[in-house]
């Protein structure tokens, strides 16, 4: 993969970077700005080294036309706050607007383009449309440098047609994430754990069968336990559950017992009478969840606290563990525990710690946990599990 050294002189040069940028907002204000901080590296390099730099990135899910509440205007504040230098702002992607403050850039200076998907060109199943998109972004600028690592599983303009358009390398930051990876793929020490958790089972099918083949325990926990409990013939009342998973989930516990892999689901869990933050909640055994004084219409939300203490245990005894999806739901504090307690774990353990997810590095931050904790938190949730899934991720295939 080609990274900065591979571009030359940049003094002077316009150099269009592909940041991911897309950070929780909450009335207009940034709640975790873990991937604004994780931008930075690549941006400083850069500075330093008297490029003029154009970031662009999405922010939400837009659809193809700009709206208010998914403006990039308040990264551009706070980035420039974290970077201790001016950041401009564009309320345009492409267009004469942007062409002239993009010309107006002086070396070292940064310069932050509307929400990419204001455009319907960005995520394009057209390949022609995205690629005169990327042209558009492509216009005046000498480089282009890939750094959103939470973008290259996608085939979107600015990720695989921009790569293309122009001189192209990966940032500091997709480098970073890749060695993390590869670490986890090529040689894990062990024991290798994987927590998983998360709303869906069938998000993350293709990464539970990968690893079966690689780790020696896998930990479930989330609503995805409950298509795993319903698969052991377990009644879940109403709970998550993705009857049409049961199959595929019977035979991932299979191929588990076959090769010797540990899935350890919760012996306990927390049911609530309602998906609700001030809903009445009680601990029950996983195996009698209809048991509960809410009978058939209770709600696992969270992991109970001896499988917790479970999990943890096995944490603390692993050398390698990557973590990817909550335990519970997490944003409500009376079903938080369970990501808590995991989270402790991780963070006390002498191995070798990976968080991936978007919600799920939002759960540590959120729950008051410093990154520096972990060995790394991932800013690439589907990324990180495509890529542990094994497959080729096209942002990362135009970098080669
Ligand atoms: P990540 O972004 O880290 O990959 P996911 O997007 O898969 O994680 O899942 C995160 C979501 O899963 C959270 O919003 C959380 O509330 C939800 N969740 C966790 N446990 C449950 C549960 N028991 N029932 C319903 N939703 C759950
Ligand atoms: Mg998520």
């Known amino acids: 993969m080609r990274t900065l050294d591979t571009l030359g002189e940049l003094r002077s040069?316009?150099?269009?970077?592909?940041c991911d940028l897309n950070v929780p907002l909450k009335d207009g204000e940034i709640t975790d700005d873990g991937r604004i901080r994780a931008s930075l590296a690549t941006i400083r390099e850069l500075r330093e080294a008297g490029a003029r730099l154009v970031l662009i990135s999405h922010l939400g899910r837009p659809a193809g036309v700009p709206e208010e509440r998914y403006s990039l205007r308040p990264v551009a504040v706070r980035m420039a706050e974290l970077l201790g230098a001016p950041v401009g702002f564009?309320?345009?992607?492409?267009?004469?607007?942007a062409e002239s403050a993009r010309a107006a850039l002086g070396d070292g200076e940064v310069l932050l383009l509307e929400n990419l998907r204001f455009n319907?060109?960005?995520t394009s199943k057209d390949e022609a449309e995205r690629r005169a998109f990327a042209a558009r972004?492509?216009?005046?600028?000498?480089?282009?440098?890939?750094?959103?690592?939470?973008?290259?599983?996608?085939?979107?303009?600015?990720?695989?047609?921009?790569?293309?358009?122009?001189p192209s390398a990966a940032g500091r930051l997709v480098e970073a994430e890749l060695g993390v990876l590869r670490r986890l793929t090529d040689h894990p020490d062990r024991p290798y754990t994987v927590v998983l958790g998360g709303?869906?089972?069938?998000?993350k099918l293709g990464v539970i069968s990968h690893l079966l083949e690689r780790v020696d325990t896998l930990l479930i926990g989330g609503g995805m336990l409950f298509t795993f409990l319903a698969a052991q013939g377990r009644a879940v009342g109403a709970s998550l559950l993705e009857a049409d998973q049961l199959d595929?989930?019977?035979?991932?516990?299979?191929?588990?017992?076959?090769?010797?892999?540990?899935?350890?689901?919760?012996?306990?869990?927390?049911?609530?009478?309602?998906?609700?933050?001030?809903?009445?909640?009680e601990v029950v055994a996983a195996d009698a969840i209809e048991s509960?004084?809410?009978?058939?219409?209770?709600?696992?939300?969270?992991?109970?606290?001896?499988?917790?203490?479970?999990?943890?245990?096995?944490?603390?005894?692993?050398?390698?563990v990557f973590w990817n999806g909550p335990m519970g739901v997490f944003e409500m504090p009376a079903f938080a525990a369970g990501t808590r307690t995991v989270a402790e774990a991780l963070a006390e353990t002498d191995g070798f710690t990976v968080v991936g997810g978007g919600d799920s590095a939002a759960a540590v931050r959120a729950l008051g946990f410093d990154d520096a904790q972990f060995g790394h938190i991932s800013t690439g949730g589907g990324a990180s599990l495509e890529f542990l899934e094994g497959k080729t991720l096209p942002g990362l295939e135009v970098l080669a």
């Open 120 to 122: 319907p060109g960005e």
């Open 90 to 97: 564009c309320a345009e992607t492409v267009g004469a607007e």
């Open 13 to 18: 040069k316009t150099v269009v970077i592909r």
């Open 199 to 203: 709303s869906k089972v069938s998000d």
């Open 292 to 320: 509960s004084s809410f009978g058939a219409s209770g709600i696992g939300l969270d992991i109970g606290p001896v499988s917790a203490a479970a999990f943890a245990a096995v944490i603390a005894e692993s050398e390698t």
């Open 248 to 281: 595929t989930v019977r035979g991932y516990l299979e191929t588990a017992a076959r090769r010797g892999v540990r899935i350890v689901l919760p012996s306990d869990v927390v049911v609530a009478e309602a998906f609700a933050a001030d809903a009445a909640h």
């Open 137 to 166: 972004l492509a216009r005046g600028a000498d480089a282009f440098v890939s750094d959103g690592f939470g973008v290259v599983h996608r085939r979107q303009a600015s990720v695989t047609e921009l790569a293309e358009a122009l």
